[in-house]
């Protein structure tokens, strides 16, 4: 929450919720979400859209729905970040099966029954490789 009270300009996705933005009245929001169906940006409109913050504002916040880092772009805005030498900090999310877990108070594994947890998309990538999933002990 500390970023967020402390951002210059917020660039936010579809799945945040929009409480979240109460904790950032004095930033910019930019909505760069992606919703099927729906007029959205391109990743490489929000690459450049970034990049050109950090040349304008001391704190850009670029905040994720859930957990950035599962089925999210964040690779390739961070190699973007990274390629520009552009310092950021990661502030890790939750992801909605471990939150959906806890809540319920389910675990994920039990030892000696479960010792994997798989998470899959419905999205495809341009090249898969489906003995990962046929390995899978869960």
């Known amino acids: 929450m500390q970023l967020l ?3 210059d300009i917020v660039f936010y996705d579809a799945l945040v919720s929009p409480e ?3 904790y ?4 910019i929001a930019v909505a760069v979400g992606k919703r099927c169906g729906e007029h ?3 990743q490489s409109e929000i690459n450049t859209a ?5 040349k304008q504002y001391p704190i850009v ?3 994720k729905g859930g957990d950035g880092m599962v089925f999210g772009r964040a690779d ?3 190699t973007t970040l990274r390629e520009a030498g552009v310092a950021f900090e ?3 999310g939750v992801t909605s099966a471990l939150a959906a877990s806890a809540y319920l108070q389910k675990p994920l594994t039990k030892r000696g029954q479960a010792r994997s947890v798989l998470l899959a998309t419905k999205a495809q990538a341009l090249t898969s490789d489906a003995s990962i999933v046929a390995h899978a002990d869960t």
Do not use: F
Request: glycine content about 0%.
């Open 5 to 7: 009270q402390k951002a």
């Open 76 to 78: 390739e805005e961070l």
């Open 61 to 63: 916040v670029r905040l």
């Open 20 to 22: 979240m933005l109460t």
């Open 90 to 92: 990661i502030v890790p």
């Open 50 to 54: 970034l990049l050109d913050a950090v």
């Open 24 to 27: 950032c009245p004095q930033a």
């Open 40 to 42: 959205s940006w391109k």
